[in-house]
């Protein structure tokens, strides 16, 4: 339990950070490849260089070069959505994306059967995603341009099925014939880091018109964003061992947790006004994990 407490915390912060980068003047693009230098060369240094180097020919590595081809992406439109949209709405799109992983789960394991209730829950989760991603009549953003109601949609939707397909590869990967020891952990955390930040880097260099604009808020900012990534995955991967529940238990109840801590924080901290369209999602969304999580 304390992998998973440690998760919900850790993600909550994640999301807190992209909140509060425009208050500080933090440049996203350039704060999030910073962010994935320095958690892919944290997670090779703590797992040691060595071993690291030794799992190259592992399979999860493989998947963690995948993974990472999509993470640049991904996570800009996290911080999009994020600093358009609130905490909340970001929240249920990236934690509703459990769906998509928790299908795959139950349809391969066989000890894990479907049952009406999670029939339900899916069925549920679309429109809270749907409800909760809805903004009101003002973005949350300083910007002054009004978000429009088909970024309302667009965002939410990347992020939940893009989400969806990199938790895909952390379950599937997470278990014991794959890794068995916090090296083996940090070891696969740090590949899709690693290949984000490569990725990230050749832009600048080779792109026109891609050359980073720097200040200290951005270098700082994509320095505490790495260090909370790193220990935002390696506590799930822990959960994933440390939890006595099937795989497909282990999302729903890490998603429950950081849609509640986020969404409460956002309110707590950041002085958001959820609408009553966001509040139906966020039920809509509280009874689907409710019911995934009933027959365990």
């Not at 999509?70 to 439109?77: H, Q, S």
């Not at 994509?222 to 939890?243: D, K, T």
């Amino acid at each position: 339990m304390i992998a998973l407490g440690l998760s919900i915390v850790v993600s909550t912060l994640l999301f807190s950070c992209f909140r509060l980068f425009p208050k500080y003047g933090v440049r996203l693009e350039e704060a999030v490849v910073v962010n994935y230098i320095v958690a892919g060369t944290l997670a090779i240094a703590m797992a040691g260089p060595s071993h690291a180097w030794e799992r190259m020919d592992e399979p999860s590595t493989v998947a963690g070069v995948a993974m990472g081809l999509v993470f640049l992406y991904m996570f800009k439109k996290i911080g999009e959505c994020t600093q358009k949209m609130g905490l909340g709405v970001v929240a249920i799109a990236t934690k509703m994306s459990m769906v998509l992983p928790m299908m795959v789960f139950m349809f391969l394991d066989p000890n894990d059967p479907w049952t009406w209730q999670k029939t339900l829950a899916v069925g549920l989760a679309f429109p809270a995603v749907r409800l909760a991603s809805d903004a009101g009549e003002a973005p949350l953003e300083s910007d002054p341009d009004q978000v429009s109601k088909s970024s309302n949609l667009i965002l939410p939707a990347i992020v939940f099925f893009g989400s969806g397909l990199i938790d895909l590869g952390f379950g599937w990967f997470s278990s014991e014939a794959h890794m068995t020891g916090d090296a083996d952990r940090l070891t696969f955390a740090a590949v899709p880091f690693t290949v984000a930040a490569l990725i990230g880097l050749s832009r600048w260099a080779f792109l026109p018109g891609s050359k980073p604009i720097w200040n200290r808020a951005t270098v700082i900012g994509g320095i505490l964003l790495g260090v909370i990534n790193v220990g935002s995955l390696f506590f799930l991967l822990s959960a994933y061992q440390a939890m006595p529940f099937p795989r497909s238990a282990i999302v729903p109840v890490n998603n429950l947790g950081i849609v509640l801590a986020t969404a409460l924080a956002g309110i707590a901290f950041f002085k958001e006004r959820p609408t009553r369209k966001n509040l139906l999602g966020w039920l809509l969304a509280m009874a689907a994990l409710v019911l995934l999580l009933l027959r365990n």
